[in-house]
Nanobody
Framework: QLQLVESGGGLVQPGGSLRLSCAAS????????IAWFRQAPGKEREGVSC????????QYVDSVKGRFTISRDNTKNTVYLQMNSLKPEDTAIYSC??????????????????WGKGTLVTVSS
């Protein structure tokens, strides 16, 4: 069964850190660009960060630049999102998604092939 599973969410105080993981099973991620999305209550889903298949290209939405870092370990079939200096407005369900790509150094927030179910991140004192 082809699936993505997120983990690492939880409750953290403002200014704290979390590291989310996105693990693939049933397929290998090395030919997939990966994107992290989040959806806060009452808001539309937004793309947060994405990474190319080899990890050579990364993108971040402006609101998380300098605080979040995306990375991947293709030997572990896993992509990570390190989130530092968390703010209450970062509270959301975070999901990862995979897009099969034929070229490296590209990543997108649309046309995704596989989605995880998400993990909840709550930033509150």
């Amino acid at each position: 069964q082809l699936q993505l599973v997120e983990s690492g969410g939880g409750l953290v105080q403002p200014g704290g850190s979390l590291r989310l993981s996105c693990a693939a099973s049933g397929f290998t991620l090395d030919r997939y660009a990966i994107a992290w999305f989040r959806q806060a209550p009452g808001k539309e889903r937004e793309g947060v960060s994405c990474i190319s298949s080899s990890g050579g290209s990364k993108q971040y939405v402006d609101s998380v630049k300098g605080r979040f870092t995306i990375s991947r370990d293709n030997t572990k079939n896993t992509v990570y999102l390190q989130m530092n200096s968390l703010k209450p407005e970062d509270t959301a369900i975070y999901s990862c998604a995979a897009l099969h790509v034929s070229a490296d150094f590209v990543c997108y927030y649309y046309g995704m092939d596989y989605w995880g179910k998400g993990t909840l991140v709550t930033v509150s004192s």
